[in-house]
T-cell receptor
Framework: GENVEQHPSTLSVQEGDSAVIKCTYS??????FPWYKQELGKRPQLIID???NVGEKKDQRIAVTLNKTAKHFSLHITETQPEDSAVYFC?????????????WGAGTKLIIKP | GAVVSQHPSRVICKSGTSVKIECRSL??????MFWYRQFPKKSLMLMAT?????????EQGVEKDKFLINHASLTLSTLTVTSAHPEDSSFYIC??????????FGPGTRLTVL
């Protein structure tokens, strides 16, 4: 079945610097790739997503890139701020073919150092 | 984004009792609803997927007789943990998916079984 690997498990960056989190997926039929941010004790919140017909998507300080050939996608956060500290999860889905299930990465704990 | 509510947010019960958790999509019709379990510092573990009016599809290793799911309408799904035991203590989160594959999460339910 589909497998999603996420790296690193922990990422510590200086406030103002950029952070990059990478994920790889195994099933080439995957066509939807969301990123979620989860603060301690809270629900995961969708921060950005990308579909397989697009190579890059940007929303203010957050961007996601997708390389379908290599089967990997990445989250980029620029000008990091303390409120960016959280656990970030990537996921992959085959849409209706898999009843819209998401296959989740293991998560990355992002720490923003003041 | 879309709003998903989940009740109760916290529940403490005695071993052997049953607990019902409700998940509602408040401003959209959810084609599919998902139930997850999350252990501390871990990723989300999918328990089951449900479509309105049909039986839930459970993931391998999840006991369907213990975790009863009823997807009564396009806006409501319930999870009942039957005869709960301390090992069932966990953070349970539901999510609802629209036609575009995006999943929106409820705030979660912290279950503690004494």
């Amino acid at each position: 079945g589909e497998n999603v690997e996420q790296h690193p498990s922990t990422l510590s960056v200086q406030e103002g610097d950029s952070a990059v989190i990478k994920c790889t997926y195994s099933d080439s039929a995957s066509n939807y790739f969301p990123w979620y941010k989860q603060e301690l004790g809270k629900r995961p919140q969708l921060i950005i997503d990308i579909r397989s017909n697009v190579g890059e998507k940007k929303d203010q300080r957050i961007a996601v890139t997708l390389n379908k050939t290599a089967k990997h996608f990445s989250l980029h956060i620029t000008e990091t701020q303390p409120e960016d500290s959280a656990v970030y999860f990537c996921a992959a889905s085959k849409g209706a073919d898999s009843n819209y299930q998401l296959i989740w990465g293991a998560g990355t704990k992002l720490i923003i150092k003041p | 984004g879309a709003v998903v509510s989940q009740h109760p947010s916290r529940v403490i019960c005695k071993s052997g009792t049953s607990v019902k958790i409700e998940c509602r999509s408040l401003d959209f019709q959810a084609t599919t609803m998902f139930w997850y379990r999350q252990f501390p510092k871990k990723s989300l573990m999918l328990m089951a997927t449900s479509n309105e009016g049909s039986k839930a599809t459970y993931e391998q290793g999840v006991e369907k007789d213990k975790f009863l799911i009823n997807h009564a309408s396009l806006t409501l799904s319930t999870l009942t943990v039957t005869s709960a035991h301390p090992e069932d203590s966990s953070f349970y989160i539901c999510s609802a998916s629209d036609y575009y594959n995006e999943q929106f999460f409820g705030p979660g339910t912290r279950l503690t079984v004494l």
